[in-house]
């Protein structure tokens, strides 16, 4: 009986921190913290991790929801599988593609210049002058940081939350095979 | 259990995934094989245990196909230059725009989660789960003395006395009264205890009726 109170106070906990968003571009927890919180100490903390989560992770997919790693700032988060995705909509963009363009340069000059892109190279690639009202919105909304010093972009982990980076690159190939 | 045997239904559906892999209906990179090898596992028993190894042995080709695709994704993939070729191409807005359906997240923030018990749960769990079980072998030791461990027996029943002697004179009374005083619950667990053995030893009497207790 005890046993099964602290596995929900653990899942509880579990749940809470995982879809606790600290701020616009941080959501869940690392696996420090988690640990932290939890009070692992025992050598063997990140399978007990691993069971944790994948113990959770049942709990959730018949609501629904999956258990996600965001790997640009290596936390765990919740995140609502593709069905549920799909139903909702989950476009940050609707109806504003100039933003989601100017993203995508982000992306790619990032990509390029492993992690830092100077606005004018931005610009380049959009091949638009004026883009610095897209790149305070992005920045207002959490995606990327503007550096006025260097004159310089740098994304947020808030993109590791928000895009499916694989299926991107699938319809990326899809359209460069037409 | 002893009927059961959908090897032939799980064999039915590889083929119908194979055949479908084939003619290029279905992508195995987006085909889901846990739902087969699941059936696979709930429904096996010594019984059919025959006819599911080759039910697992064409699953698991279906997986090895899988992760071969997977591994030719991955070689295929110079992500820098997919997004810079692309953008070669100066696409509109609108087209950069359609590239990213259906890639969006909708990431699960539940802030007011029971917020005030979890908070509580969190920080009481962190003060109170620091036990950290641990089997360890024990080295035996040679020792002059016959027990290791001291029994406190006589302290036990100091205790039990001075609890008797401190309720000696309300006696006759109710149960309830001979704890009205003591607000911990652990105080009153120790008591209790004292008492149960006062009861055993005869020294108080209990009568269920009138829910008294008397010498």
Redesign the interface.
């Known amino acids: 009986m005890c046993e099964v109170i ?1 596995e929900m ?2 899942m ?2 579990l ?3 995982l ?3 600290r701020s616009t571009h941080q ?1 869940g927890a690392t696996e420090e913290e988690i640990l932290d ?3 692992v ?2 050598k063997n903390k990140s399978i007990y991790l691993q069971n944790l989560i994948t113990g959770l992770s049942n709990y959730l997919v018949p609501l629904g ?1 999956q258990i ?1 790693f965001n790997s640009l700032n290596s936390h765990w ?4 599988d593709s069905e ?3 139903l ?1 909509s ?4 609707e109806g504003r ?2 933003l ?2 100017t993203l ?2 982000v ?2 000059s990032c ?2 210049n492993s992690g830092s892109a100077p606005i004018q190279e931005i610009r380049k ?1 959009r ?1 638009k002058k004026e883009i610095m009202s897209d790149l305070k919105e992005l920045e207002k909304e959490g995606y990327l940081i503007i550096n006025k010093t260097t004159y310089q972009v740098q994304l947020t982990p808030l993109i590791g ?5 694989h ?3 699938v ?3 899809l ?2 095979k037409e | 259990m002893e009927g059961i045997d959908f090897s032939e239904e799980i064999n039915k559906k590889i083929g119908v995934i194979k055949d479908g892999v084939l003619s290029g209906k279905i992508n195995l990179l987006n085909l889901e094989l846990n739902p087969i090898f699941s059936d696979i596992k709930d429904s096996l028993s010594i019984f059919n245990i025959k006819n599911y190894s080759q039910s697992y042995v064409n699953a698991c080709e279906l997986l090895n196909r899988k992760f071969e695709e997977l591994r030719n994704l991955l070689r ?2 110079d ?2 230059k ?6 070669k191409e ?1 696409p509109s ?2 087209e ?2 359609d ?13 007011p ?3 005030n ?2 908070e509580y ?2 920080n009481r ?2 003060k109170e ?2 036990i ?3 089997i360890e072998h024990l080295n035996k030791e040679r020792s002059d003395y016959q027990f290791l461990l001291e029994i406190p027996r006589l302290k036990f029943t100091e205790k039990i006395n001075e609890f008797f002697d401190e309720i000696r004179n309300k006696l006759p009374c109710y149960f309830e009264e001979v704890f009205e005083n003591e607000e911990h619950q652990i105080r009153i667990y120790e008591k209790f205890v004292y008492l149960l053995h006062l009861l055993q030893l005869g020294k108080i009497k209990y009568q269920k009726e009138t829910n008294t207790l008397y010498v």
């Open positions: 602290k106070n653990e509880s906990i749940m809470h921190i879809s606790k968003k959501i919180i939890l009070n100490k025992n929801l996600k988060y919740i995140n609502s549920i995705t799909e909702i989950a476009n940050p963009f593609p100039s989601a363009a995508l340069c992306l790619t990509l390029k690639l091949n939350y928000k895009l499916d980076l299926k991107l690159l319809n990326l190939s359209k460069l | 295929s993939l992500i820098e997919k997004f810079m070729d692309f953008l100066k807005k609108e950069i725009y590239i990213f359906n259906g890639c969006w997240n909708c990431n699960f923030e539940l802030e989660l029971s917020i018990f979890l749960s969190v769990f962190c789960n620091t950290d079980l641990r």
